[in-house]
């Protein structure tokens, strides 16, 4: 398993942006497969957006709920998993979670299901609020 440290969640009034980011132990990211979920305040973990690579190329997914907002990717040397979040809303408030999976995962249907990624980081709490 890789340890997975997740930063970047802060306060944030709606309609504002944040950056998260999530880092191996400061190696590079070798997984085929990583993910942001979330946890809002009572509500059971939930996919947000995933990224598979290929030989060649890399796929992103998103969950409807984000799609136009949140943008899932890497730095070119694949050290650090990142999460943009513009247009934030309250909604949006939630525990983040980076995961990692050990053999690559593709199609919505599978990158979104909690039990395709062996490593989880602790979280980074996000807050959006007036």
């Known amino acids: 398993q890789v340890q997975l440290v997740e930063s970047g969640g802060e306060l944030v009034h709606p309609g504002g942006s944040l950056r998260l980011s999530c880092t191996a132990s400061g190696r590079t990211l070798s997984s085929p497969t990583m993910a942001w979920f979330r946890q809002p305040p009572g509500k059971e973990r939930e996919f947000v957006a995933a990224?598979?690579?290929?030989?060649?190329?890399?796929?992103?997914y998103s969950a409807d709920s984000v799609k136009g907002r949140f943008t899932i990717s890497t730095d070119n040397a694949k050290t650090t998993l990142y999460l943009q979040m513009n247009n934030l809303k309250p909604e949006d408030t939630a525990d983040y979670y980076c995961?990692?999976?050990?053999?690559?995962?593709?199609?919505?249907?599978?990158?979104?299901?909690?039990?395709?990624?062996?490593?989880w980081g602790q979280g980074t709490q996000a807050t959006v609020s007036s």
């Open positions: 990224i598979s690579w290929s030989y060649r190329s890399a796929t992103t």
């Open positions: 995961a990692a999976a050990t053999k690559p995962v593709f199609g919505l249907e599978y990158v979104s299901s909690r039990n395709k990624y062996e490593s």
